[in-house]
Every structure is written in C-alpha cells, then in structure tokens.
C-alpha cells in the first residue's frame, strides 16, 4: 500500500522567507504527483499537479519538483506571505490505488507578519 | 466557475440514526470520488466511481455505508445506522478520464466538504 509522508508536520516562518515542504512515498509506481491547500475549515485547492513523466511544475511563487525514482517531491515557496498560511497536502496516484489519491497528512504552515 | 457542490455542509446526529450526504460533480466529469478527513487518519478514501459505476469502495465499512450515483449529476454516500467514529468531513471530489485508457482524472476537484458528528 502506498504510504506518503510530509516532513514537516508543521513550520512557522516570518513573512518574506523562502521555504520548502517534502513529500515522499513508498511506491514509485505512480501517475499524478498533486500538492493541494487546504485552510482551516474549508475544502481542497489544488496548487500543482506533476504527471509522472515531468520533472517540475511552477505556478506564480510556487515551484513542485518530482523525483519518482527516489520517491520524493518537493514543493518550494517563495518569498512567504501571511496569506500563504495554511496546510499543505501531497497527494499521489497509481494503479493499485485505482487512482484514488494517497494523501501525507500534510503540512501545517504558518507565516508570520 | 464550475464546483462541486456537496449538501448539508454540516450535520450534528444522533449514534443509530441514518445520514445521507449528497454530492453533485462538476457537469461532464465521468469520475468521483468520496474521500473521509480526521485528525488521526488525515485523508482516506472511501469509494470511487467512474461512469456512475462503482470501481473500487474498499475503503467503505460495508455494514454500515453505502454509496450510490443515481444519476451523472449526483453522487450519494449514506451511513446507516451511524456511530460516534465516523465524526469526520466527508469530501466529495470529480474529475474527467479521457479515452478508454482507464488512468486517473488529470485533476480531482473537491467540494466543500461535509462535516459530520455523531453524538
């Protein structure tokens, strides 16, 4: 069974600070690699989704890298903002998942003023 | 902008009594998903469907949930009779297949969620 893992569980950084959130996972074997945000109480955004075949995606201050071989991604932040407060959750597919997402339990960020 | 809907999006009960949660995917999307949130498990999937038929609900309690799509445009998860435990936020989520090469949705969209206790 596919088991993902996010390291941090939880970092508090000041406003304007670059960071770095990790995300691996047991089975290389997969399709997708999807970050999402989640703020409190509210549903799932979906932030950048890595098809097996890239290497990276980038959207705004945001950069997703993937290593499949190596099972593990990256999703990198740049120059914080209070805004950018919230959890931030990996998700992977695969076959044996039927393609249902595997979800970290995430990363809850703070970004202080 | 299209979302997917999910109702109620809170629900307090009573252990033994029945909840139905309803979601309606986004139109045109041929797969969904029903996905259950709590601190301890984080996120987990409960059932899946791609053309309204059900592909994998493993992930379900068999003598207590059950989930259905009656139509394209609704997407149902009942729990009957429910218990303390199963106090969570059910997530409902669509996304679309092309082809018949029978790989993942490119993106899973999510609802709201519905936040569920049983007392």
């Known amino acids: 069974k596919q088991e993902v893992t996010q390291i941090p569980a939880a970092l508090s950084v000041p406003e304007g600070e670059n960071l770095v959130l990790n995300c691996s996972f047991t089975d290389s074997a997969i399709y997708n690699l999807q970050w999402f945000r989640q703020d409190p109480g509210k549903g799932l955004t979906s932030l950048l989704l890595?098809?097996?075949?890239?290497r990276e995606q980038t959207s705004g201050r945001l950069n997703a890298s993937l290593d499949k071989s190596s099972g593990r991604s990256t999703l990198y932040i740049a120059a914080s903002q209070p805004g950018d407060s919230a959890t931030y959750l990996c998700?992977?597919?695969?076959?044996?998942?039927?393609?249902?997402?595997?979800f970290g339990k995430g990363t809850s960020l703070l970004v202080t003023p | 902008d299209a979302r997917v809907t999910q109702t109620p999006r809170h629900k307090v009960t009573e252990m033994g009594q029945e909840v139905t949660m309803r979601c309606q995917p986004i139109l045109g999307h041929n797969t969904v998903f029903w996905y259950r949130q709590t601190m301890m498990q984080g996120l987990e999937l409960l059932a899946y469907f791609r053309n309204r038929a059900p592909l994998d609900d493993s992930g379900m309690p068999k003598d207590r949930f059950s989930a259905e799509m009656p139509d394209a445009t609704l997407a149902t998860l009942k729990i009957q009779p429910s218990e303390p435990r199963d106090s969570a936020v059910y997530f409902c989520a669509s996304g679309l297949v092309f082809g018949t090469s029978g790989g993942p949705p490119e993106t899973q969209y999510f609802g709201p969620g519905t936040r569920l206790l049983v007392l």
């Open positions: 890595i098809q097996s075949s890239q």
């Open positions: 998700a992977v597919d695969d076959l044996y998942s039927g393609y249902a997402l595997n």
